[in-house]
């Protein structure tokens, strides 16, 4: 089985830096992606590392660790519109070969930026 | 436009009568997958379908059906529908040629609730 964890809610001031961490528990690993969804929308690609260290898209930044089963997300320069949940996934296998193609995710963390 | 639609966006219907939720993806992709969030569970995977007439159960797949007949569509089957499978539900798709990514495009979600 897979498992992940991110912490439930997190709260920033606009203009900050803040992290999500996420970390996972699987009988194999392939990636780790985020995603983010605001109230009542559907869940949008953010990230994805395939491999150790950081990934760099604009104001957000995704890290992997794969030693230590752990990730995070970065947001810099926190705007309103980021307020949002943001979820951690993991697939255990490559889609070639056998294996199960299961995609699981964590439970999201809430963001709240605040003035 | 490249999109995920599903059909209907909204539902009520009563315990025991049967229901189909379709979705259809305009992007060529090959890897279809139905979820269901929860509050404070995320999203948990029901079915994935890596091609047509190819599928397998994801984390929760009790009481549901898919099909894969054509590689744009899979719905999603409720054939005896219980309040317990009051949710909201998001449809994805992919592409399987990922090396380097795995981006899921989400549908805009169908809101179920089984009175």
């Known amino acids: 089985g897979q498992s992940l964890e991110q912490p439930s809610e997190v709260t920033a001031v606009e203009g900050a830096i803040v992290q999500i961490n996420c970390t996972y528990q699987?009988?194999?690993?392939?990636?780790l992606s985020w995603y983010q969804q605001h109230d009542g929308g559907a869940p949008t690609f953010l990230s994805y590392?395939?491999?150790?260290g950081l990934e760099e898209t604009g104001r957000f930044s995704s890290f992997l660790s794969r030693s230590d089963s752990y990730g995070y997300l970065l947001l810099q320069e926190l705007q309103m519109k980021d307020s949002a949940s943001y979820f951690c996934?993991?697939?255990?296998?490559?889609?070639?070969?056998?294996?199960?193609?299961?995609?699981?995710f964590g439970k999201g963390t809430k963001l709240s930026v605040i003035p | 436009e490249a999109q995920v639609t599903q059909n209907p966006r909204y539902l009520i219907t009563v315990t025991g009568k049967k229901l189909t939720v379709t979705c259809s993806q305009n992007?060529?992709?090959?890897?279809m997958s139905w979820y269901r969030q929860d509050p404070g569970l995320g999203l948990r995977q029901i079915y994935y379908?890596?091609?047509?007439?190819?599928?397998d159960k994801g984390d929760v797949p009790e009481g549901y059906k898919v099909s894969r007949k054509e590689k744009r569509n899979f719905p999603l089957i409720l054939e005896s529908p219980s309040p317990n499978q009051t949710s909201l539900y998001f449809c994805?798709?992919?592409?399987?040629?990922?090396?380097?990514?795995?981006?899921?495009?989400f549908g805009p979600g169908t809101r179920l609730t089984v009175l």
């Open positions: 994805a798709s992919s592409t399987l040629a990922g090396a380097g990514t795995d981006t899921q495009y």
């Open positions: 699987t009988s194999g690993f392939y990636g």
């Open positions: 590392n395939g491999l150790d």
């Open positions: 996934a993991v697939r255990d296998h490559p889609y070639s070969g056998a294996g199960s193609y299961q995609l699981t």
């Open positions: 992007m060529n992709h090959e890897y």
């Open positions: 379908s890596m091609n047509v007439e190819v599928t």
